[in-house]
């Protein structure tokens, strides 16, 4: 892991991600700007931009759960032509995320950039700060608008109604309020606790994320026993941020992030609630089981030193032709 400092791509153990009490901390996004139909500001009265087709670009992992989002959303609501993809190759090494073809990348188009980092020093030539997926980069201003995939799942929500995207606000109104009470159980209990669980470099702090991810399944399968959302009765931006998590679960988290107290399938609401939103349309072809175990099992030589991809599982796993 790396990151930039005064603009200079830096990596090695000063910017290990672990606390001394060796628990994982994630850093907050850079940049929070927010696409509106009118340029008007965001939500919480951040900088606006003014959506126009083709003008932005999202740069993604196929790996990322957060990256994840925003496709999901891009997906439903039928954006494709709208705002263009590029995405990084699986394996994240030394260099940070890559478009080379050694870290299974397939180019970026505009600059011909070999490193994300090199797209973010564009943007803030003295950038200091983790260089992450997605981003939501600005064509005519050559500028990063957002790298924060909360924001961009919810702007992406509602800036392209006028011009042509499907229904459909995944952040309604008069759900906010229960949408952020269970985003704010869901996402470090589950979302960022698989992370803390996997990446923990002592025993306590492990088994404190592992049990706490494992409690906030319990809940949500709970939650599930009499509703086919998590919120109101339709799919929100809940739904989409837990089903990003669920979709890696026994591929990735329970080998590799040590969270085998149990797997998704041992959880039936849960797992027909993810296979639900594979199935609404587009939502499927954004799973790439592939290239979300590649990056995973090789780019974590700290937990997995060998970069062997396992074989398994041998259960259907939601995003495979005949699982879920
Ligand atoms: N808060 C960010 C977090 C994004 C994030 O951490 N992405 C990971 C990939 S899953 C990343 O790019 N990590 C690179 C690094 O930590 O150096 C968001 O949700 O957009």
Sequence with gaps: ????????????????PTNDKG???????????????????????????????????LYVSLACPWAHRTLVVRALKRLDDLIPVTVVGPIMGKDGWSFAEAYGGTGEPLYGLDHLHQLYTRARPDMTGKVTV???????????????SADILRMLSTAYDGLGAAPGDYYPADLRAEIDAVNDRVYPGLNNGVYRAGFATRQDAYEAAAREVFATLDWLEERLADREWLVGERLTEADIRTFTTLVRFDPVYHGHFKCNWRRLIDYPRLSDFAARIAELPGVAATIDLDHIKTHYYRS?????????????????VVGEADGG
């Design 1 to 16: 892991m790396g990151k930039l400092i005064d603009g200079k791509w830096t990596s090695g153990d000063a910017v290990a």
């Design 23 to 57: 628990e994982f901390e994630r850093a907050d996004s850079g940049f929070r700007g927010w696409l509106t139909a009118d340029g008007s500001p965001g939500l919480d009265g951040q900088q606006g931009w003014r959506a126009e087709p083709g003008r932005y670009r």
């Design 134 to 148: 997605p981003v939501l980069w600005d064509e005519a201003e050559q500028t990063i608008v957002s790298n924060e």
């Design 300 to 316: 974590h030589p700290d937990i997995n030193p060998t970069g062997i991809v396992p074989i398994g599982p041998a259960h259907g």
